[in-house]
């Protein structure tokens, strides 16, 4: 039976996808340079499972090394997570940023091509809308990049679409996630972020684990219902399904789409926080700093489109969120270091 | 004294650029990988400039190669002209031109980052203007890819970009050719197309010299003076002394800045038949057919920040393009296979 590959397969999304995969009955090969993850997320998905995966520690930007990969293994789809994501990281390091996502994505194409492997599940991202003019956003909006994170993601679908176009028996989703958050709800998997969170889940969880003094709400006076920005956060299981999801919908389909995995639904930074208080019922003392350059008011994704396409939708609530990553953060306060 | 090193430098911008350095004084390192070009232009540039050249065989996605060459080899600036070039394959091979041009650049610049060399001349295209909406074109209007090859050329300017954004120190010149055509009045060096010629000049050339039947006329119901789309012609040698113009400014300026190479004029497809066969007294059979999807109307440079900046106009004329294109052509009707 072949396998799925999963780049990046050790990371955040990654290992959350490696389960459900698993638990629907696929065989998971990983290849992962862990320049951002651990090891001891896919053993933690193995005891949870019950099943194996095949680890390999390996660069995309290694063709020597994929096409060892693909001549080891037998290969059915690639679900590609492996990139660079943060975005502040970006703007300072940007030729890393272009290398690891894009030039690491064409290397791994073109190794793909060589053995005959065109089925391919692409991490993309709701920053591809850019400055986005109107909300819900459907996949047909504009697209743009404000920062080279984005601009990788960017660039990444257009070199996608140009492959499909020159090579139509290729089967291409272009998954775009909005504000991934949560874990496993049995708390032995999770995020676990280098350094300060980027984002705002892994921050309100190190607040409230006592790692971090406070957290800073950047901007209140934002055109929302409580001045906060808004955003569509969505369970990492809830993401991980959608991919097993495109997966089974690229075993029958040939082409690219584009699909908003989002719930449709926006929460403010303020409404997170009360709701991880609330649930977990632990403070997380917070302050108003100014706004950040570039950060939107309000972004949620219109989500039709997955559940049409896919038969997917989110399931998960706001309190399993928050109290998902509250069970992880709490049982892991330093992550898998610990 | 340090070297300018020219990736691409055999090939038909590349040649002529390497003659005008040596001319000026510079010292030429070449680094090509012969796909599209041959070894024998750079013997003639010998030739005719009683100077030599260093020719290094690699290819810029080889970063090993790369390091060696700028541990064996003083460089003070590169001009990187390396890169696929054909718009009608870049439909075919997608993949193939994003790693040549996009991976290849990214390849490049790490490297050049890592060995302090920060002065880099650009091979861009007035491709990235896609279907400019207005003539003459200034560096400001907006830009957009039609095809791959115009999206690799628009992808490194971006990436180029934000490498400045991130890294001020850098200084880069992004050179937007319009329609280069001609040759050296030598008739030494030219043009030396691989398989049927994508663009016009060496098309007719060929025509002249009995290697193609006949030329077609991709549409005479344009909204031009005789209907032929028209383009802004320039000559190779005036785009060669663009690039000493652009490296000698980067002698003494930072940052980055897009440049049009254009001369501001437009000559339509049968313009440039009449003024070859006039001017070398040569039929040139052609017949109309139908218009290729993706063709515009009309596109020619607002050629003056190339004068502000770089203080550097064309000064060829048309009688030179078609004299010169077709000097060449009719000593090497073989280009240097012959």
């Not at 679900?79 to 064409?106: C, M, R, W």
Request: charge should be negative.
């Amino acid at each position: 039976m072949s396998h799925i590959l999963l780049t990046g397969g050790a990371g955040y999304i990654g290992s959350h996808t490696a389960l459900e995969l698993l638990n629907a009955g696929y065989k998971v090969l990983s290849f992962d340079n862990f320049s951002n993850s651990s090891d001891a997320a896919l053993q933690r998905v193995e005891q949870l499972s019950g099943k194996s995966i095949i680890s390999i520690t390996g660069d995309i930007r290694d063709e020597q090394a994929l096409r060892q990969l693909f001549t080891d293994y037998s290969i059915s789809a690639v679900i590609h997570f492996a990139g660079l994501k943060a975005v502040g990281e970006s703007t300072q390091i940007p030729l890393h940023y272009y290398d690891n996502n894009v030039a690491g994505t064409v290397t791994l194409c073109r190794v793909m091509r060589e053995f005959g492997v065109k089925k391919l599940v692409f991490s993309s991202s709701a920053t591809v809308y850019g400055d986005a003019k109107q909300v819900p956003i459907p996949e047909t909006a504009p697209r743009s990049a404000t920062n080279p994170y984005g601009q990788s993601k960017l660039m990444i679908e257009h070199i996608l679409e140009d492959l499909v176009r020159a090579e139509p028996d290729w089967g291409i989703t272009l998954l775009r996630y909005f504000n991934p958050v949560g874990a496993h709800d049995s708390g032995r998997i999770g995020e676990d972020p280098n350094g300060i969170p980027n984002n705002l889940m892994p921050f309100i969880s190190q607040v409230a684990v006592g790692k971090r003094d406070k957290l800073s709400v950047f901007g209140n006076d934002y055109a929302t219902h409580d001045g906060t920005g808004v955003r569509d956060y969505i369970h990492v299981v809830d993401l991980a399904r959608g991919h097993v999801k495109a997966l089974q919908y690229l075993e029958k389909n040939q082409g690219i789409e584009a699909i908003n995995l989002g719930t449709g639904t926006g929460y403010s930074v303020l409404d997170m926080v009360k709701a991880f208080s609330q649930v977990n019922d632990i403070a997380v003392p917070y302050q108003i700093a100014p706004r950040r350059p570039g950060d939107i008011a309000i972004c949620f994704a219109e989500p039709t489109k997955a559940k049409m396409l896919l038969g997917w939708q989110a399931e998960k609530t706001l309190d399993d969120m928050v109290g998902d990553s509250w069970r992880w953060q709490s049982a892991n306060p330093n992550g898998y270091k610990g």
